[in-house]
């Protein structure tokens, strides 16, 4: 049994498929496996990956379902019992599954487990994930504190740098197949609700928001999933109140960005109901500079918050 299966799920990647996979091929361990599942892809996609012999990599074809989808037919399939994640878009340094495994070993009771990552913006410029209420030193170790994190900074886990052992993440189901948009935070979320998580500040992951295609920056008019689930762990789960708090912050973050994408849209009177439901002592100036730009024009609406979005990794 390999060590290592690595689940990239394509759709209309073309441009970057090949990055991604020679990243995966030039890491410093060698036993894994790169189950690659084209979900559809319109652009040939696909034929860029087969045109990779190396026998470790496995293309799988499916209708187009959505990336949940094809990230749960990718676990399926996998032959190790441990599972690392890459967006067809991204790439990893040579490191990085060489760390997730050294994580695995040291902190074997953690839920998931994750490397630091660089985000390349679409202006060109690269820059450190903004981590918070993470400690610097030692240089690799368990969160203190998810959710606080979480809220306060880039999220600590990504879709490109998490790996999942796969027990764990049949224990909880896999990525829902039914949403586009937060997904993936999801299933970390329902992770750290009941498991550790482990980290490693040793950047292992680039992050390519300036790709195209990307969901990122999309206003978002439905609840993320975890927000959902959120509300009822707060309604029907014993909780410190540290973690209630946190858990609620973690919410509210989701819901202003929800409020400001019914703003964007025109969707005035839903966004201001949003802002008056949603209850937050981190966020209390973003939800008052939204309350108060909801009185404006659309036009000058769209116009301030162009760049909020675009500033959403």
């Known amino acids: 049994m390999v060590l290592v299966s690595v ?60 990336v949940s989808a094809a990230r749960n037919n990718g676990v399926r399939n996998a032959r190790a019992d441990f599972i690392a994640f890459l967006d067809a878009d991204d790439e990893w340094l040579p490191d990085h599954l060489n760390t997730l495994l050294r994580l695995r070993n040291e902190y074997s009771f953690a839920g998931a487990f994750t490397t630091a990552y660089t985000i390349l913006e679409p202006n060109g410029k690269m820059r450190s994930a903004r981590y918070r209420a993470i400690p610097a030193n030692p240089r690799e170790g368990l969160i203190p504190n998810y959710f606080k994190s979480a809220t306060l900074g880039d999220s600590p886990l990504n879709s490109s740098s998490v790996g999942i052992p796969k027990i764990i993440f049949n224990e909880f189901g896999g990525f829902p197949e039914d949403e586009w948009w937060g997904e993936d935070t999801d299933l970390f979320g329902r992770i750290a609700l ?38 009822r762990v707060l309604s029907t789960e ?25 703003l964007y849209v025109g969707n005035k009177t839903k966004a201001r109901n949003i802002l008056k439901e949603t209850h937050t002592d981190y966020f209390k100036s973003r939800k008052y500079f939204l309350s108060i730009i909801s009185k404006l024009p659309g036009s000058i609406i769209r116009l301030i918050l162009g760049p909020y979005f675009f500033s959403q990794p």
Not at 36 to 48: A, K, N, Q, W, Y
Not at 194 to 217: E, Q
């Open 238 to 262: 014993q909780l410190t109140e540290s973690a209630r708090k946190d858990l609620k912050e973690y919410s509210a973050r989701k819901e202003l960005y929800r409020a400001a994408s019914h």
């Open 7 to 66: 689940v990239i799920p394509l759709y209309n990647k073309k441009n970057y498929i090949g990055r991604t996979i020679r990243s995966v091929l030039m890491q410093t361990i060698e036993d894994f496996e790169i189950i690659i599942i084209d979900d559809g892809s319109l652009d040939g996609s696909g034929d860029v990956a087969k045109t990779f012999l190396d026998s470790r990599i496995r293309l799988f074809r499916q209708e187009n379902q959505g």
């Open 194 to 231: 009941k498991y550790p998580i482990a980290f490693s500040w040793v950047g292992g992951v680039i992050y390519h928001w300036d790709a195209t295609g990307r969901v990122c920056g999309r206003p978002s008019l439905k609840p993320e999933p975890f927000v959902i689930t959120a509300q």
